[in-house]
Each structure stands twice: as C-alpha cells, then as structure tokens.
C-alpha cells in the first residue's frame, strides 16, 4: 500500500483543462517516486496515499496543489547583453541562475523583443510552465516497494544500478 518512505511507480497521463495531452510516462517505463519526500504534486500525492498497486484513478488537481499560481514578479526582461555572448537564447529555452542568496532557479525564455536602446531585451520566467494551471491526471499504481537506504538517505528513487547524479 502506497505510504509516506514508500517506492511508487505509476503509469500516468496528464492534461490540461483543455484537454491537451501535457505529459506521459513513457510505455513500460513507469514513474517511480519517493512518496512522501515532495517529488511529485501534492496535490496528486495525497490521492495516491493508500492506494495499491492495481488502482487506476483520476485526479484533478488545483493549482495551489499543483505548481502553484503564477507570480507576476516571476516575469522579468533582461538585456540580452546581461547573458554570455555563446548563450543559445531562444522561445522555450530554461537555463539555471544562481540566486544571490545562492539558491538556484530555472528561468524560461517566453519572449525575445527588441529593446528602446537597439539591445533585445529577453524575457524570463521564474514560474513554474504549469503554475496557475489546473492539472487532470489519469494514473495507475503499477508498484509499490520500500527503498533502498541510499534512496532513502539521497530523498528520491534511483534508476538501474543505483546513484546517477
């Protein structure tokens, strides 16, 4: 039975309200998560607590259990001459910034427009793409194990052959 410190593995759908296909677990090769350890929505997470595996649901869940509404101040344009000179920017790109805090953070590149100075200014995205969406997950429990201590110890599943990050 699926429980926090649990090895999930789920196939799984997910859609938009629209209903445009957004992801999917690839065929045989299932999701496996850590249940408990915040890799997963938790939105999604606390529908599949005590679930075995066998079970095939449905799930909506809300942003605010999902990635969360999107925060305007998120947004931000950046002079193309703040990035390196080689930097592939382009509509759709994520990079990793380093916070002055230290902490890092993805930023999407949603636009690229010409500045009032000649320079383009490239516009960032700290928001997580699904923020502010309604998520509709269609998910079946394949598994169901305890984890290894390295698992454990690291807060999430490895694949074949243990640690690979």
């Known amino acids: 039975m699926i429980e926090d410190g649990k090895v999930v593995s789920v196939n799984y759908t997910l859609k938009n309200d629209a209903g445009e296909l957004l992801d999917s677990s690839a065929p045989d090769e299932p999701l496996a998560y850590l249940h408990g350890a915040h890799n997963i929505v938790p939105g999604l997470e606390r529908k599949l607590t005590g679930r075995k595996p066998g079970d095939k649901l449905e799930v909506v869940v809300d942003p605010g259990d999902g990635y969360g509404m999107r925060d305007p101040r998120g947004v931000q344009d950046v002079p193309r001459n703040a990035f390196p000179p ?69 807060g999430h599943v490895h694949g074949p052959g243990g640690h690979h990050h």
Request: hydrophobic letters at 35%.
């Open 86 to 154: 080689d930097a592939p920017l382009e509509v759709g790109a994520s990079f990793v910034v380093e916070t002055p805090n230290g902490e890092l953070m993805q930023l999407h590149v949603t636009a690229i427009k010409p500045g009032p100075d000649g320079v383009d200014l490239i516009t960032c995205d700290a928001n997580h793409p699904l923020a502010g969406e309604r998520l509709h997950f269609s998910v079946e429990v394949v598994g169901v194990r305890e984890p290894t201590d390295e698992e454990r110890t690291h």
